[in-house]
Structure formats: C-alpha cells, structure tokens
C-alpha cells in the first residue's frame, strides 16, 4: 500500500510543484501520512521508541528525536544573529563575480573528472554520468555517480561532482574481505555518509587552500584570464552567504535552517500535533522565524522537495547531523595530521583519504555512529565546533 501510495503521490507532485497547487496533492500526501504513521507505530513496537524514532531508524540506525532536538535548539538560537552577523561582513567585502560564461558541458565534465581524480575516485572500480538530480549509488567494487550541469555556471556541477565523489570514497573504504557482505561492512547511516560528502564539499573544496589549487585548473578549464579567475574570487564565490528559499541551493550558513524547519514540520505532523492542511502556513511561519523571508508560493515553499511526497519522513536531519559530523571530523583530522591542509593547497588529498579510511570508512558498522565520532574525535557529536567553523569562516 506504501509503494502504491509514494508512487501516485509523485506523480501529482511532479505537477503540484511547477503549478504551485498544494490542494492538488494533499488528498495524496495525507495517505501517504497515514500509512506512515501505521508503519511507524509497528515498527516503534518492536524498537521500543516513539513512532517518530522509528522512521528515523531506517535512516539512522539508533538516532533519537530527543538528541536531536537538543542540537537543533542550539542551533536555531545561534543562526538568525549569526546569519545577520555573515551577511554584514560579507556586505564589506568586495562583491565575488562569476566568470562569464557561457561554459561547455564537455569542458566541464572534463574538469569534474580532474577533481574527481584529485579526490581519490578510483574509475576503475566506478564512474560519473548525468541525471536530472546528483546522487551516488551501487556497490563499493561498482560506484555510480551523477551530476548535471548548468551552461551558465559551472560551479553548481563541479560542487555537485565533489559532494557525490564524497559519497564514493566513503562507499570504496568500506570493509572488505570477509566482512564485504556482512551487516559490519555496510556504511553507518546516512549521518556518516553525509558527513562525508560534506567534509569533501564543505570542509575541504570550499577551504582557502584548495580554491589556491583549483582556480588555475578552472581557468585552464575554460581558457579564463583575469580577475574573476583568481583564486580569491573564486573563494568568495563559493562562500557567499544568502537567505533563499530553496534548500538544496543554500550556503553551509542558512542550510542548517532549512533542515530545522523540515524537522519540525514533519516530527509535528507524524506525532499528530499539527493537520496537514496546514502546512504551508506553518512552513511560511519556519521561514520568517529562522530566515527572515516568506515564500510567495508553495512551489518555493512545501512543495520544493520530494521526500515526503515519495514517502521519505525521518531522513531531512541527517543532513544538518552530517555537516556537523563532518566539521567535527575535519577539525580532527586537520589536528591528527598537519599535512592534510598543505595538501589541499595543492590538490593532494592522500592525507585526509587515508585518515578518514582509518577512522570513518574501514569501520563500517562496526561502531554506531556516536561512537565513531568519540574515537575519531574524542567527544561525541559537539554543536560548537560546527559554530566555531562557521565562525572561522564567515566572520574572519
């Protein structure tokens, strides 16, 4: 009945989105809810856990909304006066300018697969292809990646490209041997495996250091000169600040935001605090609170993702958990091995690959994922080092 119900609620979504029309797909999405909260209820029987426990279990094995709820109210109290905080030092800097297009796709995939490489994708064991929306996929022997690409901005692929590639390497480090297809040789849960495409993403290919490397590759890549190919400029460009109603286009400042607000809506709706007929006024509410903006549309609005319309309720924290895995990560790595920034500034990544095969990817399962993050890092997961590196990054 779930299958049944994700796939026609898809459809009228694919249809609602562009139309901005909520009331269309709301008697779909409501059964949706239903037969999720049913399936939530069996499975919190046999877990022992609240219902809203049990959907995120599948996603992250033994997370729990009470944890949850304590970082993100951290979070939601250090973002509006810090984003505000971001926004005015950027407003003193001078205005980062994209390189002036148009860019060939060719040329671009031409590029990616040299980042790529740099990174440690193995094209031996996988490869990189276009589909409408990124993702990574497959087998640690057969890792599929996609991206798509834009003409008029090349950065969207090529971070694209880095945030997959950080899926891959976290998919190819997986225990092997005996242990390849047992339970302990599969990835964590996707706190850790975000946590990986973002360290790449985020920590690393957004650093100072690495824009140095980069900036000549890109300008090779499509015959730029001048100012807006240096490396300063591309370095800005990549950390512009900008509250937006869009989550996937967010920088690492507002994203946070966008995923507490999801949380809340869909912990609401599944613990039957709020009707479903009302959020896209409790959405607009979130976005005001936290963001200071109001969606003109639900197509800007509740209707921008697909998760809950093709039945995916309990995976939007894993995202904000896994950017904040990832700084605590970096930040470990950074201080096991000094070697991993001088690295990055010339587009030698061995040294970060090779820590994080030892203390993230070779572990698998075999540790859950608080307890990966206290021996990788010595704590548990610790919302202020994520605030210290937005700090260290947006207010220098």
Not at 168 to 182: E, K, N, S, T
Not at 230 to 254: M, P, S
Request: glycine content about 10%.
């Amino acid at each position: 009945a779930m299958a049944k119900a994700d796939s026609a609620c898809e459809m009228i979504w694919r249809q609602a989105r562009p139309d901005a029309d909520f009331a269309a797909v709301l008697p779909s999405l409501r059964e949706i809810l239903n037969l999720t909260i049913q399936a939530g209820q069996a499975k919190a029987a046999a877990l022992g856990v609240g219902v809203y426990d049990a959907l995120l279990d599948q996603y992250e094995p033994d997370g729990r909304s009470a944890d949850i709820d304590l970082v993100f109210a951290d979070l939601e109290a250090f973002l509006p006066d810090f984003v505000a905080r971001a926004l005015d030092a950027q407003a003193r800097r001078p205005v980062p300018r994209l390189p002036a297009g148009p860019f060939p796709v060719e040329r671009q995939r031409d590029l990616g697969r040299r980042v790529m490489t740099s990174l440690g994708f193995n094209f031996q064991r996988g490869r990189q292809d276009v589909s409408a929306h990124p993702f990574c996929g497959g087998y640690p022997e057969d890792v599929r990646i996609t991206t798509r690409y834009n003409t008029d901005d090349f950065t969207t692929a090529l971070m694209g490209v880095i945030h997959e590639t950080g899926h891959a390497l976290y998919d190819f480090g997986l225990p092997g041997g005996r242990w390849r297809h047992q339970p302990v040789g599969r990835a964590r849960g996707m706190q850790v495996h975000e946590s990986q495409s973002l360290l790449m993403e985020m920590q690393a290919c957004r650093s100072r250091g690495f824009a140095g490397f980069a900036a000549p590759l890109m300008a090779a890549a499509f015959g730029g000169q001048g100012p807006d190919w240096q490396a300063e400029n591309l370095y800005r460009l990549g950390t512009r600040v900008k509250r937006g109603f869009i989550r996937v286009d967010a920088d690492e400042c507002t994203y946070p935001a966008h995923v507490i607000i999801r949380y809340g809506l869909e912990k609401a709706l599944i613990e039957g605090r709020m009707d479903l007929a009302d959020l896209p006024a409790a959405w607009n509410d979130g976005y005001r609170r936290l963001l200071g903006i109001t969606p003109p549309d639900d197509r800007l609005g509740c209707l921008q993702d697909i998760h809950w319309y093709g039945g995916s309720w309990g995976y939007f924290p894993t995202y904000t958990l896994g950017a904040m895995t990832a700084a605590q990560l970096f930040a470990a790595a950074k201080a096991a091995d000094p070697g991993i920034e001088t690295g990055l500034a010339r587009g030698d990544f061995a040294p970060l690959l090779a820590w994080l095969r030892a203390n993230v990817h070779g572990l698998g399962s075999s540790l859950s994922t608080s307890e990966l993050l206290v021996r990788a890092t010595g704590k548990p997961l610790d919302v202020g080092v994520f605030k210290a590196h937005l700090t260290a990054r947006y207010l220098e």
